[in-house]
């Protein structure tokens, strides 16, 4: 069984496909890093309403939350081209207080550098067969994705046949002061 803890063992090699980053790869890859998810945090309006005005403070609790050693709830994936970061995964562990009922939801999904659509397509079908894998093993039911973002609609259609995806509709209202 693949838990957090144990497949954070993993060091970057020389183009693999995704995996979960250890608390070392994190560590020194962390300014390159961040700076990944700063984009994905302020890249589309939906992203701004969860982080909000604040990306240092939400940063910070993320890589204590990274990088702590007893935590089981936050993972960053990461996959390399070349011993260069090429697509990073936020992903977290929640468990409904309701039922008890666990799933991962994919938080923050950014890609460095451009790839062709059947590269793509590939890096989506490995990513999915990965994390997926890990959420099994972590007794979650589902995976969830909020996405203000069209491509990820699309990409959610084009996937159906492998995933069994359920896409459904978000919506916030924001309360003023």
Not at 30 to 42: G, I, N, T
Not at 138 to 167: H, I, P, Q, W
Request: negative net charge; hydrophobic residues 40%; charged residues 25%.
């Amino acid at each position: 069984m693949l838990m957090a803890d144990q497949s954070r063992q993993r060091t970057p090699t020389h183009d693999v496909m995704i995996h979960l980053a250890s608390r070392y790869e994190i560590i020194n890859n962390w300014d390159e890093f961040s700076d990944q998810l700063r984009v994905s945090f302020v890249s589309s309006e939906g992203a701004l309403v969860y982080i909000g005005n604040d990306f240092d403070k939400a940063i910070n609790i993320i890589f204590d939350k990274l990088t702590n050693p007893f935590n089981t709830d936050m993972q960053l994936w990461v996959e390399y081209h070349d011993n260069v970061p090429n697509y990073l995964v936020l992903t977290q562990v929640i468990q409904c207080e309701f039922t008890g009922r666990k799933t991962l939801v994919l938080f923050a999904m950014t890609k460095i550098s451009e790839s062709d659509k059947e590269t793509l397509a590939k890096r989506y079908f490995d990513a999915y067969q990965t994390v997926s894998a890990f959420a099994k093993a972590n007794n979650c039911v589902g995976m969830t994705c909020y996405s203000d973002l069209d491509y990820f609609a699309e990409k959610a259609k084009e996937t159906r046949d492998y995933t069994n995806v359920v896409s459904r509709y978000m919506f916030y209202f924001p309360i003023g002061d």
